[in-house]
């Protein structure tokens, strides 16, 4: 049977681009984007779909035949922090009724995205492991962290096919980031552009993870692709790329826009950027399905700037 693909929260940060990537792999009519809002920019199927009904997710599965969902509806780390309650229920529910629809053999395959802020700050910072201390300090962390497990037992218990990777901050120009910690590492590129300046909310020796969007969904498609006795890590993946600091983002933007200035005004984002890594152990992915990264921070920016 031909796959068909049901994407939940089809309008964000990845979702934008994940669209076009599974459309590539399996044909436009193939994968259903949905969202909460209409966006006029999405040719193909496309539903209006509170994640948060159930019944209605349940509904748009079963009618359009509906075999894997990738679930992108969440809400993220600095926005969780000012609705922790509403964060939690959107982050873990919409997952339980994904995973029930997997149960139920609805769907054959679920993709979730974890992140690093699965770590916390009795986590080692650098180079941090695929398994070591988990004690997330943000309520984002904790729904990663809750639902990481959860996703484990499902399939311990259930043999559901889901996957899952850490993704560390992602930085992409086609749409912008959706109330992350690491948001100001796509933000300072386009207020490079726009007025030569920017302020970051971040120190400038705050060292964080980061990927580029197209390694972040080579990532996602290959995992997917990948035979399920390659997946060893039902939780979700460590996945790492690059390590930088915004001082460093700063020089690397100067070689494009050399007048281009930074200043630093930490916010309330700065306490939980330091509870997260600086950089990351991804050789259990390496190893289990050939994870590699393409993407340096001067490829990344060159790129970026490219397309900005
Ligand atoms: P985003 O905020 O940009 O996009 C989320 C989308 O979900 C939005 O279009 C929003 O309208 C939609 N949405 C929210 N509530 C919904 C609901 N009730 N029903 C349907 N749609 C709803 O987020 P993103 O950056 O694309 O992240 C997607 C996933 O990847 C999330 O689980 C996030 O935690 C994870 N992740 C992202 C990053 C990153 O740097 N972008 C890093 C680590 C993990
Ligand atoms: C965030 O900053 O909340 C996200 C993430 C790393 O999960 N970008």
Redesign the pocket.
């Known amino acids: 049977m031909a796959e068909r693909i049901l994407i939940?929260?089809?309008?964000?940060?990845?979702?934008?681009e994940l669209l076009g990537a599974l459309r590539n792999q399996f044909g436009n009519d193939q994968v259903v984007a949905?969202?909460?809002?209409f966006s006029q920019s999405i040719d193909g199927p496309h539903f209006v779909?509170?994640?948060?009904n159930a019944q209605a997710v349940y509904e748009l599965v079963k009618n359009q035949g509906i075999t894997q969902i990738y679930?992108?509806?969440?809400?993220?780390s600095a926005t969780a922090e000012k609705f922790p309650q509403k964060g939690w229920s959107?982050?873990m529910d919409?997952l339980f009724t994904c995973l029930e629809l997997a149960r139920e053999g609805h769907i054959k395959k679920l993709y979730?995205?974890?992140?690093?802020?699965v770590f916390g700050p009795t986590t080692p910072r650098e180079n941090t492991p695929q398994a070591t201390v988990t004690e997330p300090s943000t309520i984002?962390g904790i729904s990663?962290f809750a639902g990481e497990r959860w996703c484990e037992w499902y399939h311990l218990k259930h043999g559901v096919d889901v996957r899952s990777l850490?993704?560390?901050?992602?930085i992409s120009y086609s749409?912008?980031?959706?109330?992350?910690t690491?948001?100001y590492a796509v933000d300072i590129f386009h207020k490079a552009k726009a007025e030569g300046r920017y302020t970051s909310f971040l120190s400038a020796q705050t060292a964080l993870p980061m990927m580029y969007m197209p390694d972040a969904i080579r990532a996602t498609l290959e995992l997917m692709e990948a035979p399920a006795e390659k997946i060893k890590q039902r939780g979700s993946y460590n996945v790492g790329a690059l390590s930088f600091t915004p001082a460093e983002l700063s020089l690397a933007i100067q070689k494009h826009i050399p007048s281009f200035e930074i200043d630093y005004a930490p916010d309330f984002r700065q306490q939980i950027a330091d509870s997260w890594p600086k950089s990351i152990d991804d050789s259990a992915a390496r190893t289990d399905w050939g994870w590699k990264p393409d993407f340096n921070l001067e490829a990344m920016v060159s790129d970026m700037f490219a397309h900005i």
């Open positions: 939940v929260g089809s309008n964000g940060q990845i979702g934008t949905s969202d909460l809002r779909l509170d994640a948060m679930l992108l509806a969440a809400m993220l959107l982050n919409t979730w995205p974890s992140s690093i802020a984002y990663k850490r993704y560390p901050g992602l749409s912008p980031p959706g109330g992350g690491t948001d």
